[in-house]
């Protein structure tokens, strides 16, 4: 019988009610700032009692585990994610900011809950599709056959006497041999974890959820490589695999494959069209924004757009576009349309204009010390723009921040599911 979880639910910055603060209390746990690209604790509730940027679902307690969704209603993750995949120089960076820990049991959400397993799958597919830029790995493979007319390696005696001799079946001929085949461990493992991707998304499609039809299409797509390859794994061949420095292609798609497979249990069977179990897991969808953010700018301006800009100390700046002298950063904040209290943004202008004081960076951008820069906010908004124009400085394309100099904000449009 299984046990009942009670759950706190939370959308992004929500604080938690009274009641909520005293079950955390009765737990006698410690809240903690989560660090600057660290593993989010108790999915990064903070000190303060609210939820941070952090969504997913993680255990506070034997029998209580809380829930953060997005705060903006129906936000279209996958599309950010897969904007975000497309663009090589972000879809290095995105594993670092999601993680899922296998070792807890798993927990039962409805399938709109359920925001890590189609990000596991898309980044899984566009890994295979990265791998078969290069050729599907050969190597020898064991085959048992029984020929007719002909004989190809050794001759299996026992199996030769009992199902072609004593039958009387003259022509025939048990062998064993080895075929330098592509139908190997690596890629029948591959083949395996891109099946229970397309049977997992096909029933995501039965429940009318906007999950992007286009990464079913590239994962069919990928299978098509894969025609010659079985799909018969075992857990020891999976244990034994050796890749080699020839093949690092393989270590990120065998790395999610398996994460994948863990994810399912290896088996589908009681996969569900409106609720499923899902390890505990977390998304930063503070950064998830920043290389959806990333990939637009650098679709429109190109090398002018600069990444992860180090300054003094352990700080770090999302972007600068050097031909503009400018100061860009992203802030995960739909507050920046409304105007009305400053206090909102005020942290942001502080950390900004540190920005555009600091040396290192300054240094980086090539710019005198007489300079004053201009800093942009880019923050998201639904119905705000859906790219940036190549053809104009980026500069005239944001709008001005009432009652600070040189200080500028530029709403981008974040997509929403289709209801």
């Known amino acids: 019988m299984e046990k009942y979880l009670e759950s706190i639910e939370l959308i992004e910055h929500q604080p938690l009610d009274n009641e909520q603060q005293e079950k955390i209390r009765a737990l006698g746990i410690t809240l903690v700032e989560t660090p600057y690209e660290g593993v989010p604790i108790y999915l990064g509730l903070l000190p303060t009692m609210q939820a941070s940027y952090f969504v997913g ?128 461990v690596e890629n029948r493992f591959l083949k395996r974890a891109l099946l229970f991707s397309g049977r997992y998304l096909k029933s995501i499609y039965a429940s009318n959820l906007s999950m992007g039809e286009g990464i079913y299409m590239d994962l069919m797509r990928c299978l098509t490589a894969f025609e010659r390859v079985g799909e018969n794994v075992t857990l020891s061949e999976i244990r034994t695999m050796r890749l080699g420095k020839l093949f690092r292609h393989y270590q ?31 998304i930063d969808m503070s950064r998830l924004f920043e290389v959806y953010a990333y990939e637009k700018l650098h679709r429109a301006f190109g090398s002018q757009i600069d990444f992860q800009i180090k300054g003094y100390g352990k700080t ?14 992203s802030k995960y904040k739909p507050e920046y349309k409304d105007e009305s209290d400053p206090s909102a943004i005020i ?21 005198a010390d007489n300079v004053i820069l201009n800093t942009v906010v880019i923050y ?11 053809t104009r400085p980026f500069i005239e394309q944001c709008e001005r921040v009432e009652g600070f100099l040189n200080f500028w904000k530029f709403e981008l449009d974040v997509p929403l599911r289709k209801q």
């Open 380 to 390: 998201p908004m639904v119905g705000g723009k859906e790219n940036i124009d190549n």
């Open 316 to 329: 770090s700046l999302d972007f600068i576009k050097k031909d503009e002298s400018l100061i860009i950063d």
């Open 57 to 184: 679902v993680d255990y506070l307690g034997e029998n209580l585990f809380i829930k953060v969704m997005p705060k903006i209603p129906n936000l279209d993750y996958m599309r950010m994610w897969a904007s975000a995949l497309k663009f090589r120089l972000s879809s290095e960076y995105l594993s670092r900011f999601y993680g899922i820990d296998f070792s807890k049991p798993y927990i039962e959400v409805s399938v709109e809950n359920d925001l890590i397993t189609p990000i596991l799958i898309m980044q899984f597919v566009r890994s295979v599709e990265q791998l078969l830029k290069h050729k599907l790995k050969s190597g020898y493979v064991a085959r048992e056959e029984n020929l007719r007319g002909r004989v190809r390696g050794r001759v299996m005696m026992g199996r030769q006497t009992a199902t072609n001799i004593l039958q009387m079946r003259k022509l025939d001929v048990w062998c064993e041999y080895e075929e330098f085949s592509t139908d190997i």
């Open 347 to 367: 942290h942001d202008v502080k950390q900004l204009s540190g920005y555009a004081r600091d040396v290192k960076i300054r240094n980086t951008m090539g710019v």
């Open 252 to 282: 990120e798609p065998v790395r999610l494959a398996k994460a994948i497979l863990k994810r399912f249990d290896n088996t589908l069977d009681k996969c569900s069209n409106d609720r499923v179990k899902v390890p505990p897991y977390w």
